[in-house]
């Protein structure tokens, strides 16, 4: 006797609202969905227009993303020390020539740049930017801001804070503005992996901290987040990990990590964002675009969800071979939510095998994409690439359960697609619907 699958044979009652999409307009119907749902940006290095120079728009700032500085430097004579001595034009200009006119731009940033020409009704083909730059000149930036996440469809992205910048400190010591649009993230990234260079910046405020973090450091730290929690209302706490970070070790970072960082996250009902397997500084001549990737051992994770079980960890990494033990991980800890295609990850050969396998392990519990973007109109082609990477990739997940027994209506697509891309950030960082 044939085994009968769940459900087959039964006639499941219509859902209320909408019919069994048939399979033939799957695809269609996540197409739509994905296009009508605003979607919750939840890491950027975006900045709101209170904080000046620092938030980056226009085709100067696109052309000279580090993304695209790695690039030039492959495809043209320029060294790096020559390069970084000219002007952000002149910058501008040579990688133009190198990777959009000297060759085509098929790679994922080059063709972003080319996706965002497209957007404003630029042409994508010139040999020099005048009638772009023309264009970003002309434009106020906060019908800007409001013009680009409409074509994104973006609703809200989360910053990235860093309270001992020395540039950025000043703007929130000065009350810069809160933007609906725009929240904040606490990034740690000085406190817990290089003390030693900034911990005299907090003793300097009055915090009570040594430079081994001994004695009452931990808790002048905590007081020191909580002081900032105040003047951010940060959505998360967050670091950026090297490949070779582990917990649990006998080191200073762990020490603020286990004393000061996460009894602040509980205390504030913050999750902390641990992005994990960076090679900092591979090729230092590079800058920005020097950093590399390398496989991290991710049983730090399982340590740390199992030792910290009312603490929330959201976890992205950066290396494809940890991508599948995320995934298992997961499975074992409630209090870890998988986010983005983070940084080597976000192109979409790895996109798409990323999204499958949580899809196939996690089901909809867990955060499919963030952008990255470091300049306003690279939402653009990251969430257009995102829907376009994922709507097969969903639609083939319904249509197999299609094949297995059960339909899904378009209702079922909506509750799914808002749950990937807007609530289970929002039940995680209290966003309140935004
Ligand atoms: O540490 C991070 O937040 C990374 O995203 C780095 O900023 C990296 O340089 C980057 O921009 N990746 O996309
Ligand atoms: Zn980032």
């Not at 709101?48 to 993303?65: A, N, R, V």
């Not at 080191?251 to 509980?266: F, I, K, Q």
């Amino acid at each position: 006797m044939k085994a009968t699958l769940p459900n087959q044979g039964r006639h499941r009652p219509q859902s209320t609202g909408a019919q069994i999409v048939e399979t033939a307009q799957l695809f269609q119907a996540v197409e739509e969905v994905l296009v009508a749902t605003p979607i919750i940006d939840i890491h950027t290095h975006l900045f709101s227009p209170s904080f000046g120079k620092l938030g980056l728009w226009g085709i100067d700032e696109l052309l000279t993303y580090h993304y695209l500085e790695a690039e030039f430097f492959r495809s043209s004579p320029t060294t790096p020390e020559q390069y970084f001595a000219l002007s952000k034009t002149q910058q501008a200009d040579a990688i133009w020539r190198a990777l959009f006119v000297e060759n085509t731009p098929i790679s994922e940033s080059a063709r972003g740049v080319v996706a965002v020409l497209k957007a404003f009704e630029l042409p994508t083909d010139s040999l020099d930017l005048a009638e772009a730059r023309a264009f970003f000149q002309t434009q106020s930036l906060e019908d800007h801001i409001q013009r680009v996440f409409g074509i994104a469809g973006i609703s809200l992205v989360v910053m990235t804070n860093d309270p001992l910048d020395p540039e950025e400190a000043p703007a929130w010591l000065n009350g810069a503005r809160e933007h609906p649009q725009f929240r904040a993230v606490l990034r740690l990234d000085k406190i817990l992996r290089h003390w030693a260079a900034h911990w005299q910046v907090l003793a300097a405020q009055g915090y009570k901290v040594d430079a081994q973090a001994s004695g009452k450091s931990a808790a002048a730290v905590q007081r020191f987040l909580f002081d900032w929690y105040e003047r951010m209302h940060p959505m998360y706490m967050a670091v950026s990990l090297p490949d070779t970070f582990f917990y649990p070790a006998e080191t200073l970072g762990n020490h603020l990590l286990a004393e000061a960082v996460l009894p602040s996250c509980r205390e504030l009902d913050l999750p902390l964002s641990l992005m994990i397997g960076v090679r900092p500084q591979a090729n230092a001549a590079l800058r920005l675009a020097g950093d590399a990737v390398g496989r991290a051992d991710l049983r730090l994770l399982e340590n740390l969800c199992r030792t910290f079980p009312k603490n929330r960890f959201l976890v992205s990494v950066l290396s494809r071979e940890n991508q599948h033990e995320l995934c298992v991980y997961a499975r074992k800890f409630s209090n870890l939510m998988p986010f983005g295609c983070w940084w080597f990850m976000n192109n979409p050969s790895i996109v798409e095998e990323i999204t499958r396998e949580r899809i196939e392990m996690l089901g909809t519990s867990f955060i499919p994409q963030h952008s990255d973007a470091r300049v306003l109109e690279q939402v653009i082609y990251k969430w257009s690439n995102t829907r376009r990477t994922l709507a097969p990739i969903l639609s083939n997940a319904y249509r197999l359960l299609a094949e297995d027994g059960r339909g899904v209506t378009r209702n079922d697509i909506q509750r799914d697609v808002t749950r990937l891309f807007r609530s289970n950030a929002d039940s995680w960082m209290n966003l309140n619907g935004h």
